[in-house]
């Protein structure tokens, strides 16, 4: 048993429902804020525990080149190491080493590329990635592809997407002979289990309050990761139709539709994502991925999308950049340095049940850490309930 | 009424009991984190409610530069501005001009000076001094004194003395003719008050479950703010003797001693602090300026000090040093890359109860802003826990 998906309602295309992970349950469709290098910059894990984060992403190649796979491995995984029993989905590193490395080769085999931190050379293939994924051991880990540029040619559009495929029955391949290898029924009784054996007289749970009641860090030992697939084919309709089907084809027990939010106009976009939906299997999750802004992910989701992910939320918070139900909201603004409403009158928030804009404001101005911590706490809500109310629309006409 | 000292136990010198504040009571000895700007850098206020802190610190300096004193004071003061319903103490200011400040110039009248983040000019006395202080509207403020210079001649020592006590009689006579003017009372319903109308039908009170029990932000209207006077006179203990005694002539509800950890050696810095002790009233709340590490502020606390502050625990947690009861701890230690264990096995913070050495060894190489985060609560837990330790053995031993 890796994950799987049961759809509880439908409403149109939307399906709510949830995703059995090794690692608990997440309610679908979900949004996963992003934990670039084992952390979301600035939020304790107890923090994302009280905001209802069920499934956060971890990045590979970060992941990879600090604090790298094998200290991940020997400290019993990404969860343990992280010290957070929810499920986690990795990403293949691909898309970094295309995005942050101006100096990367691709051939058949992989791609060289060079560290962004110290210049240092590596080789990520879709052995090697498996073989770092499996180290981390995420629940979710995702097919080595290649993230086809924008623009792009008929020619390019075809020969990346074939390449694609081939790496992804390499990735299956060697994920299939692997795949025991996870290290989560290998690992010793770290801070956390000693900890609580001195609090709890040995039951092996998790010390916060909000992970009391999500069942033990330990796994069944039957339980593997499970391998997602890629769709590719840059913005041809037909060669994303082909893609699918070829990828589905290959068998995994999850898709995503990859190489998009490149540059390309958020119409097509849109147009991609509508079209390559309707060539998924309908029982399997359906994962976009770095997508989007609050509307975006709501109209997605609305569209048969089950799971997404993006630095946005996070990411924008910390340059002062606010969501709220009353549109966006630039923090550093001066109009906002005696205004004592909160950030959003509509949002339940702990930033906003407490703070007033003019203290938001002010933190921002002066720099301090608060403020990129309050302002992430806040758009990941923002985020998460905007999913939730997504939910509830699907149940509600179910 | 303004503060209020009740002193329930005593152990040779040291004292325990409860320092009233107009928001709150304090249990004393107590360690007063420091929030510079307005924010105790990386933590929120819950989770400073949550840590057990029932006083911090806001400097004059910080605040009147940014936000300005006039923004806080319109917002109601401090404790409404930033949404902290416990106690908050403000020094005078005259610190920063004196250590930020290279071009500073004192003269009688008071301190010019630039900012340190624009170089625009600024003058503050005595006067000034209090107008900011009951602007901002702290439960205690601090006179405005000079800190002498380490070394400093017996001329320059005393000359500086008799400034400082010069300046503490302007001080009380402006405060007595103007502290009526303290923004508790003129403040209107602000983000904090019209979420919890929403939320609890109008009860005012704070959000938060760690305030929820600890009375409303409203004050009584009776109260008032109380004047601290500082203890000058160099590293000379009759001239400690002399400041100390001319200061409790002028009158005031608390005293502090000042002008220590300037430079001088440890062992200096305890002698003063012994010797100066000697002469403060023994019902009036005693507080120790900037000290110190957790051994010292154990040792003044059993010395007969009711009250410290320093910016050790959270700047030292910044740059990843770490104080454990196994002593310090340097977290960026490449040892620490593949330990499991918990950072103090002797610690009962969320940080040890949850994550290892190597998690957070890992975030601070990461440059993670996670790391100041885990590393602030830790050192802030272990600052607090050392006080209680001291207030439980005082009571056991009264």
């Not at 084919?233 to 990859?258: K, Q």
Request: hydrophobic share 35%; proline share 4%; aromatic share 8%.
């Amino acid at each position: 048993m890796s994950v799987q998906l049961q759809i509880e309602a439908t409403r149109g295309a939307a399906r709510a429902g949830k995703l059995i992970t090794p690692h608990g349950e997440v309610e679908t469709p979900v949004f996963m804020p992003v934990g670039t290098v084992g952390s979301v910059k600035g939020i304790s894990q107890d923090a994302l525990e009280e905001l209802g984060v069920e499934i956060l992403l971890g990045n590979t190649y970060h992941l990879y080149l600090r604090p790298g796979m094998e200290t991940v491995r020997k400290m019993g995984g990404l969860h343990r190491f992280m010290s957070w029993d929810r499920a986690i989905l990795t990403d293949s590193g691909g898309f970094q080493v295309f995005s942050l490395n101006e100096l990367r080769k691709v051939s058949e085999e992989g791609a060289a590329f060079r560290s962004h931190l110290d210049g240092s050379a590596h080789f990520l293939s879709p052995e090697k990635s498996m073989e770092i994924q499996i180290g981390l051991g995420a629940d979710i880990i995702m097919a080595f592809d290649e993230c086809t540029e924008y623009p792009a040619d008929g020619a390019r559009m075809r020969s990346s997407m074939e390449m694609t495929l081939r790496w992804a029955e390499r990735c299956k391949r060697y994920f299939e002979a692997h795949k025991q290898e996870v290290p989560w029924g290998s690992r010793q009784p770290s801070a956390i289990s000693r900890q609580e054996e001195r609090v709890v007289g040995g039951r092996w749970s998790v010390a916060s309050a909000g992970g009391a009641d999500r069942g033990p860090l330990t796994t069944d030992q039957s339980s593997t990761q499970a391998l997602f697939g890629i769709v590719q084919g840059g913005m041809d309709r037909e060669l994303r139709r082909e893609s699918a089907e070829r990828t589905v084809e290959i068998g995994f027990p999850g898709y995503a539709i990859g190489g998009l939010s490149v540059g390309e106009p958020r119409e097509l976009t849109r147009e991609v994502v509508l079209s390559t939906l309707e060539h998924l299997p309908a029982e399997k999750p359906r994962y976009l991925m770095g997508v989007g802004t609050p509307e975006e992910i709501a109209q997605y989701a609305q569209a048969g999308v089950d799971m997404m992910d993006c630095v946005l939320p996070t990411r924008a918070a910390r340059h002062g950049l606010l969501f709220t139900s009353e549109g966006k909201v630039s923090i550093k603004q001066a109009r906002y340095a005696q205004d004592e409403g909160p950030l959003d009158p509509a949002c339940e928030c702990r930033v906003c049940a407490r703070y007033s804009r003019a203290y938001l404001r002010h933190l921002y101005a002066a720099n301090e850490l608060l403020a990129q911590v309050l302002n992430t706490v806040h758009n990941l809500h923002y985020y998460l309930a905007t999913m939730r109310t997504v939910r509830a629309w699907i149940r509600a006409g179910s």
